[in-house]
T-cell receptor, first 111, second 109 residues
Framework: DTGVSQNPRHKITKRGQNVTFRCDPI?????LYWYRQTLGQGPEFLTY????????KSRLLSDRFSAERPKGSFSTLEIQRTEQGDSAMYLC?????????FGPGTRLLVL | KNEVEQSPQNLTAQEGEFITINCSYS?????LHWLQQHPGGGIVSLFM???GKKKHGRLIATINIQEKHSSLHITASHPRDSAVYIC???????????FGKGTHLIIQP
């Protein structure tokens, strides 16, 4: 257990539905990252927060994706109108220094 | 964009063997991470390197900044070392880590 938690751990949804994932980072960590990992691949960067400010977004993050970190603590990642291609593991990591601490991930399956 | 290549992609070895996993990258970095991912998705950070060599127990990681290459070694391998080992590089900017595809290691008793 790294101290980073994610909920839910698993989500199955029908295509077209909206889903929201939550990440609770280690409390003193000001940096928070979201990554997506598809089967057999390494994770890919999605977005980055420093405190409550979203400083970087990957071009992988289409308009259907939105992330927030309203008080600089927990973060949410919402996917609207899910597509089958969104099926993946969504990983959150937090950091204060150079080491990122990863949560267990939320595995999304879109049917 | 940094290209991170790992080799081998898959490795099966017998318990006790010395294991080497390689990682190369294309653009200069501020740090390189070796991560371990077990079935079910949990990722654990093993090492962060910016130069030289680090050792934790049976694990050794080295990096050659000039060659843009790093290796992860496991001595006296054990079945519990079976996992996916991922190399990730930090370019020093705000765009997070760039990951290799991972090396799937199986240690047979």
């Amino acid at each position: 257990d790294t101290g980073v938690s994610q909920n839910p751990r698993h989500k199955i949804t029908k295509r077209g539905q909206n889903v929201t994932f939550r990440c609770d980072p280690i409390s003193e960590h000001n940096r928070l990252y979201w990554y997506r990992q598809t089967l057999g691949q390494g994770p890919e960067f999605l977005t980055y927060f420093q405190n409550e400010a979203q400083l970087e977004k990957s071009r992988l993050l289409s308009d259907r994706f939105s992330a927030e970190r309203p008080k600089g603590s927990f973060s949410t990642l919402e996917i609207q109108r899910t597509e089958q291609g969104d099926s993946a593991m969504y990983l959150c990591a937090s950091a204060r220094g150079e080491t990122q601490y990863f949560g267990p991930g939320t595995r999304l399956l879109v049917l | 964009k940094n290209e991170v290549e790992q080799s081998p992609q898959n490795l099966t070895a017998q318990e006790g063997e010395f294991i080497t996993i390689n990682c190369s990258y294309s653009v200069g970095i501020s740090a390189l991470h070796w991560l371990q991912q077990h079935p079910g998705g949990g990722i654990v950070s093993l090492f962060m390197l910016s130069s030289g060599k680090k050792k934790h127990g049976r694990l050794i990681a080295t990096i050659n900044i000039q060659e843009k290459h790093s290796s992860l070694h496991i001595t006296a391998s054990h079945p519990r070392d079976s996992a996916v080992y991922i190399c990730a590089v930090d370019g020093g900017g705000a765009d997070g880590l760039t990951f290799g595809k991972g090396t799937h290691l199986i240690i047979q008793p």
